[in-house]
């Protein structure tokens, strides 16, 4: 990693999960696919996941031969922008998955596409060891930096105790951690370990807690190691929440690291927009479905702003939930402070031109 991608990640942005946007014939459409980084980049965003669970894990299946082309899209309509604006580069960010000879074979692949960390997921590894867990580990961050990866159980199937992350944390290409189990003592489980490793400065922490997200950010975790102090941030976020309404997020974000830096108290309202958030993200992550319509509610809110005419996953099983379309259009009824839409109505034009 150079120096400003490292310095970027440390200070904390903004990263979307990026979706992927299908036609009528199950194939990426390209231009609206641009559109959407460009929309990302435009609304401040400092870094891009893909091939991550928002772009639909379905697409690493050698069979249906997306992984490839999805980020090859995403990584030069990235540039494209950097040249056209002069706007740093953004951090970029591959989901890696699968058995360990193939998360080698996707980090090799997204190391020659320029990608600069690879988010790793260990849900093919349900039922091994910590040991393998970790040796898998170990081979990826030999090709490229990695993020660790706490995926919530409902759709891993797997609790990470806390003794992994604090051997997780003594790899020295483990460059972040995105935390992500929808479960706050598992949450400072990842913490507390990485408070304890020696190597609090060297990895940055992202919340993936789509539940929690300006909860995560605003607090200030401190764990007594040694007898003394050790504090921690989370600085950023990779959040599918956070794949609409982006240039809100840049905002929540901004607002608070001036709290933070200025150790200032936490305005009331920001604890109300916490809570509006979360209710915002229940309905779009359809939580009370148990997140079935998880990847289609993020989708239906990009169509409603026009990035796409219909929802398609490459799963048939994956789509809205009833009633979860109402739902989200009472939330933006009820909170349209909470979208971007006025952005996006005055540059889609812009982004959907090639």
Not at 132 to 153: K, N, S
Not at 231 to 259: D, F, N, P, S
Request: hydrophobic share 45%.
């Amino acid at each position: 990693m150079n120096r400003d991608i490292a310095n970027k990640l440390h200070s904390g942005c903004v990263i979307p999960a990026h979706p992927l946007i299908l036609n009528g014939r199950h194939r990426m459409d390209i231009r609206r696919q641009k559109a959407l980084t460009r929309y990302y980049l435009s609304a401040g965003a400092g870094g891009l996941a893909v091939g991550v669970h928002t772009t639909q894990f379905a697409i690493h299946d050698p069979n249906i031969g997306l992984l490839k082309p999805v980020l090859e899209l995403a990584a030069e309509t990235a540039a494209d922008v950097v040249r056209k604006t002069g706007q740093p580069a953004p951090i970029l960010i591959a989901g890696i998955v699968g058995s360990t000879e193939q998360a080698v074979r996707e980090a090799e692949l997204a190391q020659r596409l320029g990608y600069h960390i690879g988010l790793l997921s260990l849900t093919a590894l349900k039922g091994k060891t910590m040991a393998q867990w970790l040796d898998h580990a170990r081979q990826v961050a030999a090709v490229i930096p990695i993020m660790g990866f706490y995926l919530q159980q409902s759709i891993s199937g797997m609790v990470l105790p806390e003794r992994f992350w604090r051997e997780l944390a003594d790899i020295p290409g483990l460059a972040a951690i995105k935390i992500a189990p929808f479960n706050r003592y598992q949450t400072l489980n990842v913490l507390e370990a990485v408070a304890h490793s020696g190597r609090a400065e060297q990895i940055a922490l992202y919340t993936g807690n789509d539940d929690s997200i300006l909860l995560d950010l605003l607090t200030r975790y401190e764990f007594m190691v040694d007898g003394r102090p050790v504090v921690l941030r989370i600085t950023g976020g990779l959040l599918g929440q956070w794949a609409c309404w982006t240039q809100k997020a840049v905002a929540y974000l901004e607002a608070v690291h001036r709290l933070c830096k200025a150790n200032d108290p936490i305005p009331p309202d920001m604890l109300t927009l916490a809570g509006q958030l979360t209710l915002a993200n229940k309905a779009i992550f359809d939580a009370d479905h148990n997140f079935t319509g998880c990847i289609p509610g993020i989708l239906y809110v990009l169509q409603r702003q026009g990035f796409l005419q219909e929802i398609f996953t490459l799963d048939p099983k994956e789509r809205l939930s009833p009633g979860q379309a109402d739902a989200i259009d009472r939330i933006l009824k009820g909170y349209p402070h909470l979208a971007d839409d006025d952005f996006v109505k005055a540059n889609i034009s812009d982004w959907l031109s090639d």
